[in-house]
Structures are given as structure tokens and as C-alpha cells.
């Protein structure tokens, strides 16, 4: 691991709170992490890393010296944001933590649960001071009154509680988010800075504004077409920001109901929702953040975004490496261009745009010069590997393209199909040679996707059809050869030994089998991954075997013992794929949150890379440092991925 890398996020986000002086921004998300900004410049400061689930809330201290963030992982964690160290961890909660709160003076704080309940704690000791018991449901938020003399909680049981936090003696119970006739879920709470008013969002798409003190309500206002996630007053308590999962936030008069400005976010994957909202303290700016994975400051007199401070770094659906070792392609999950690496510089060298989204792993021709993609459109594409020039394009009859392979000599290509069927062409004119079926294929397993790989003879050609089998093919006679069957789940990917030998295939049931080809015989089952396997690879020399997995590692096997030589740990999400560099020195991981890694064969590192998804069009949008962190990051991408400078200064 890299020592102090900062990231952005990786997933969707779920909460955002400023720091009181407006310095600093924290962000949480459903990748488990809180991350801390410079919300004035962009750049990340910190990455807290210590849950085991999504994070969906975060609170700083009023002194802003300990950050408090909670988590479906049923925990809160104290954290000091200055060095990212863990202060506490506090356990209680038997369900999903949902809300967290500190009291004015600092010394405790109040967190809720889809356990129906509340927890004072001590801040100090991490002791639980009361419990508030009552909802009959989920609750969802917490806050605490300015004076610190009460708290307020809203549940899924369509109710919010006021409470005495000394005595935990319910003072008021608040209802009236019933506007299709039951009462639905309150979502989000939050007192007026002077502590005389109190506001609701529920899922009944309305925000009432309660006097607190008698119960009643003083206005509601309705404008969001969905649930109303999230609320929070201006610090000079004129507006009210409401977060909605229709991809906007709201700002209102919360003495009149007007609505003053709306602020719409809309990406290219369609309208998003807004998980959280928060203002800065001075009252100028607001951030939202969303399941888009992005945390932006807005305007809330015009409805300007000011800036964006996070965005989501790209799922790597496949890898390959040219014959020759000097590139690196590299596929987004459902993008609609490939990028083509430099592995020594970690710079991308070209970007080749296709004409709908790519799927599944590309394929370079065994000279180094073209480059074979699959798309969503039933089209397999052959691009110049230099110039990304569209040489021809191959559309399946037989169903959705899922993998792709070079004849070992390149005159053949051939492309798996859903169902474990398979096309083979010719790249050159565009002829089909040869079409296989297996029409025994009664039932494709949820979300199985077909992979394919010649025998390097090039007479025999392995699929998998969903079934948890691999099927070996007789290409010139156009018949199965064999059907080798052992896994309990979908078979994702096949590998030939150099020599032709045996075979691996990975599944999902997190096992990988190495056979017997011509017997069908199963030689060995590598177990140890704790998740799906995701990828196979043999090392050039077949001495060795990697299989990547979901588990978040990948493992280097001794192929005729079993025997697990190294683990790659260090990816912090699914491990997508594998692949090894042609000369066998080294070998490069893809994970699900854009990250490669080039590694040595002890698992120390090479180089690593990160492509991430621009805000900006025609901007370079990736990083690349080697294991000392001293290379300098390009384009936009030091808005999600810093490397900070030495501490000697060097």
C-alpha cells in the first residue's frame, strides 16, 4: 500500500458536513470511506479508512478537532481528521447506524439505527450515557437542539421524536407527513440555528416546519416530485436546503414556502439522486452529494454549480497487454472508448472511441497491430492499435456478444456469445467460418457472462456458457470436443497453458479448476479465494497461475501443488481482472474503481495507474506514481487522487 494516498470516492455518496470554519469538507460514501476536502481548491486531504460497509453519515465536533462518521457496518467511528486516526469505535447498535449528532459543547453525542433506537454516548470514553427507545420503525435522522436540551429523531414509523437526552423521556411526538393518506417515513430533521423551529423532510415529498415547543405545524412546502432525503437550515436560518432523490435540492423560504432557487443534477447515465445536502457556514455556498458518486458546491441564490470535488473513478471491465509488452489496454465498465497505456510512464498514449458502450475484455492480434472490442450492439470491432482507425466491423447473429480471442496465428477471430456460443471470422473480409452452438444450454445463470480462449495450436476453442461448465470445441469440424463440468456456478473466464496441456477455468463459486483437456479429468481445485474468482491467467512459461477475485486480491498459484506463492492485497475494491506481462516479470490487476496495478511477482509494485471519469470534456482525466509516489499527477485527476510530497521535502 502506498503510504499516505489520498483518494476520492469510488461509489455512490450518502452524507456531507462542512467543518465551522468552512475550511474543510468531509464526504461519505458506499465505498466505506469519509473523505476530508480543501473545498476551495478541490484537492482531498485525507481518506479515513476503518468501516467495513457503507458510510452514510458524517458530523464534526463543534471544536471541528474529531470528525464522527457512522455506517451500516452497525458502528461510529471518532475519528482525529488532522492524522485520520481512529479516537473510537463505538458498538451498541444491533442494526444499521443511520444518524449521528454531537451535542453544542462537545462532550457527547447522539447516533440512531434501523434498530429502532438512539444512543447518547460520551464522547470522551465512548460509553453509552442513555438510550432512546420508542420509534416503532427505522430511524433515519438525529439532531441535536442548539441549547443541547433536546433531540429530535426521525423514523420510518412516519413520526418524529422529541426527547429529553438527560433522561431519554419522550417530550413530543410530531406527525403530519401524510399526504397520500398514511403516514409515511421522515427522512431528515434538523433545528432552526436558534432552536424555535424545526423542519422535516419525508418521503411523502413534503418538508413541514414544526414549532417545536407545541407540537404543531407552522407551513409545509411540496415541489420535489420524490422522497425528500435530506434537510438543513441556512447558519442564518433564512433558507432551508431539501436533497430529493429526483436529482435536485431545493432551497426555501421557510417562512413563506417559496421556492427560491433549484439546483438539477443530471449526468449521462440519466437523473441521479441527492443523498445529503449541507451549508457552508458563512451561508453562501451549499453541497450536495449523490449516487453518482459526486459532491458539488453550489450556489444557492442562482443555482451555479461553483465546483465539483469528487467524481467517480471507472470500473475496469478488461485488461491486455500488447505481445510485445510495451502497451497496456485498458476498458472502462460500459464506456464508450478504450484507453491504450504506457506501462513504464503510466501515461495513456491514445484513447480509441467506439460507436456504443464496450463490454468484457479487449484483444490484441498476436502482431501487436490491431485491437479487438465487443459492444452492447452485437458488434465486435477491429481497431489499428496506433491510430484507433476502424478496419471492420463484425455483427453476431447469435446473441450478445461477452468475449473475444485471436487465433494464435491471427488470421481467426473468435467471439463468445451469451449461451456458451461462439462465432469464429475471419478479420480480414468480414466471413463467418464457423458458428458454434450448444443447443443442451437449458438454463444461463444470473449474470453469467461467456469467455473464450484458443488451444495454442489453434485447432480447439473453450467457452463458457453460464451453466457452471466450460465447453471445448473441435473448430474444424465445427462439434464439441468435450464439456468439462465441476463448478457449482457461472465458469468467468478460461485459460489454456502455453503448452496446451490443461486448462483453467474461474467461477463464481470462488474456486479455480485446472483439467485435463482430452479427459475431461479434473488435475486440481485452487481454493482460497473468499468471493467470486473474476479472472485466469497462466504465466507465460506456464509455471504459474493468477486468478483475480471479487475477495479484492489476487493470488499467484503454484498450477501442480496448489500451493499459494503471493497474494496481492493491496486493491481496496473487486478485483475486475488479470493479466501477465508477456516476458512473465510482471503482471497487471484491474479493480472496480479504475485503479491498475503492475507488479512484481512478490507483490511489490511496480507502477500503478488510475483513469478517472472527467468532469471536464477533452480533459486528460488519470494519475500514474511509481511505489516511492514522486511522479507528478496530470489533467484533472489530482481533484480525486493526490500523492502527497515526500516529508523530507525531496
Not at 74 to 85: F, K, M, S
Not at 529 to 552: F, Q, Y
Not at 586 to 615: N, Q, Y
Amino acid at each position: 500500500m502506498i503510504k499516505g494516498l489520498c483518494t476520492g470516492h469510488t461509489g455512490p455518496l450518502n452524507g456531507v458536513a462542512w467543518s465551522s470554519d468552512g475550511s474543510l469538507l468531509a464526504t461519505v460514501g458506499d465505498d466505506h470511506t469519509c473523505v476530508i476536502w480543501n473545498p476551495h481548491t478541490g484537492e482531498p486531504v485525507a481518506t479515513l479508512i476503518g468501516h467495513t460497509d457503507a458510510v452514510v453519515r458524517v458530523a464534526w465536533s463543534p471544536d471541528d478537532k474529531r470528525l464522527a462518521t457512522v455506517s451500516h457496518d452497525r458502528t461510529c467511528i471518532v475519528w482525529n481528521p488532522d492524522t485520520a486516526e481512529r479516537l473510537l469505535t463505538l458498538t451498541g447498535h444491533t442494526d444499521a447506524v443511520t444518524g449521528v449528532a454531537w451535542h453544542p459543547d462537545g462532550t457527547r453525542l447522539v447516533t440512531v439505527s434501523w434498530d429502532e433506537t438512539g444512543i447518547v454516548w460520551d464522547s470522551g470514553t465512548g460509553r453509552p450515557v442513555t438510550t432512546l427507545t420508542g420509534h416503532a420503525y427505522h430511524v433515519n435522522g438525529v439532531a441535536w437542539h442548539p441549547d443541547g436540551t433536546r433531540i429530535a429523531t426521525a423514523s420510518n414509523d412516519g413520526t418524529c421524536i422529541i426527547w429529553n437526552p438527560d433522561t431519554a423521556e419522550r417530550i413530543l411526538t410530531l406527525t403530519g407527513h401524510d399526504r397520500f393518506g398514511v403516514e409515511d417515513a421522515v427522512y431528515g430533521v434538523a433545528w432552526s440555528p436558534d432552536g424555535s423551529r424545526l423542519v422535516t423532510a419525508g418521503w411523502d415529498d413534503a418538508c413541514i416546519v414544526w414549532d417545536p415547543d407545541t407540537g404543531q405545524p407552522v407551513i409545509s412546502f411540496v415541489d420535489h416530485t420524490e422522497w425528500a432525503l435530506g434537510v438543513a437550515w441556512s447558519p442564518d436560518g433564512t433558507r432551508v436546503a431539501t436533497a430529493s432523490d429526483n436529482g435536485t435540492c431545493a432551497v426555501w423560504n421557510p417562512d413563506t414556502g417559496e421556492a427560491i432557487a433549484t439546483l438539477v443534477l443530471r449526468f449521462a447515465t440519466g437523473i441521479t439522486f441527492v443523498h445529503g445536502v449541507a451549508w457552508s457556514p458563512d451561508g453562501t455556498r451549499v453541497a450536495t452529494v449523490d449516487s453518482n458518486g459526486a459532491c458539488i458546491i453550489w450556489n444557492p441564490d442562482t443555482g451555479e454549480r461553483v465546483t465539483t470535488l469528487a467524481s467517480r473513478t471507472d470500473w475496469v471491465d478488461g485488461i491486455d497487454w500488447s505481445p510485445d509488452g510495451t502497451r497496456l489496454a485498458v476498458i472502462p465498465d460500459w464506456a464508450e472508448a478504450y484507453t491504450v497505456w504506457d506501462p513504464v510512464s503510466g501515461r495513456p498514449t491514445a484513447t480509441h472511441n467506439a460507436h456504443t458502450n464496450l463490454v468484457g475484455n479487449p484483444a490484441w492480434s498476436p502482431n501487436g497491430t490491431r485491437i479487438a472490442t465487443i459492444h452492447n450492439d452485437k458488434a465486435c470491432t477491429i481497431r489499428d492499435a496506433t491510430t484507433g482507425q476502424l478496419l471492420i466491423t463484425l455483427i453476431s447473429r447469435i446473441g450478445s456478444p461477452q468475449g473475444v480471442a485471436w487465433h494464435p496465428v491471427g488470421d481467426l477471430i473468435a467471439v463468445a456469445s451469451d449461451g456458451g456460443r461462439c462465432t469464429v471470422w475471419n478479420p480480414d473480409t468480414g466471413q463467418d467460418v464457423a458458428t458454434l452452438t450448444d443447443t443442451g444450454t437449458t438454463h444461463v445463470l444470473d449474470d453469467a457472462k461467456s469467455a473464450v480462449a484458443w488451444h495454442p495450436s489453434g485447432d480447439l476453442i473453450a467457452t463458457t456458457n453460464g451453466e457452471g461448465t466450460c465447453i471445448i470445441w473441435q473448430l474444424d469440424i465445427a462439434e464439441k470436443f468435450t464439456t468439462l463440468t465441476g463448478h457449482t456456478d457461472a465458469v468467468t473466464g478460461v485459460a489454456w497453458h502455453p503448452d496446451g496441456t490443461r486448462i483453467a477455468t474461474a467461477s463464481n463459486d470462488g474456486t479455480c479448476i485446472i483439467w485435463n483437456p482430452h479427459t475431461a479429468e479434473r488435475i486440481l481445485t485452487l481454493t482460497g479465494h473468499t468471493a467470486a474468482v473474476t479472472g485466469v491467467a497462466w504465466s507465460p512459461n506456464g509455471t504459474l497461475v493468477a486468478t483475480s477475485s471479487n475477495d479484492r486480491t489476487c493470488i499467484i498459484w503454484n498450477p501442480h501443488t496448489g500451493k499459494k506463492l503471493t497474494t496481492l492485497t493491496d486493491h481496496a475494491r473487486a478485483v475486475t481482472g488479470v493479466a501477465w506481462h508477456p516476458d512473465g516479470d510482471l503482471i497487471a490487476t484491474a479493480d472496480a474503481s479504475g485503479l491498475i496495478r503492475i507488479s512484481h511477482l512478490d507483490g511489490t509494485l511496480e507502477r500503478a495507474f488510475i483513469s478517472v471519469r472527467p468532469r471536464v470534456p477533452g480533459v486528460e482525466s488519470y494519475a500514474s506514481w511509481t511505489p516511492e509516489g514522486l511522479d507528478v499527477l496530470e489533467g484533472e485527476a489530482w481533484r480525486v487522487l493526490r500523492i502527497p510530497e515526500p516529508e523530507d521535502g525531496s
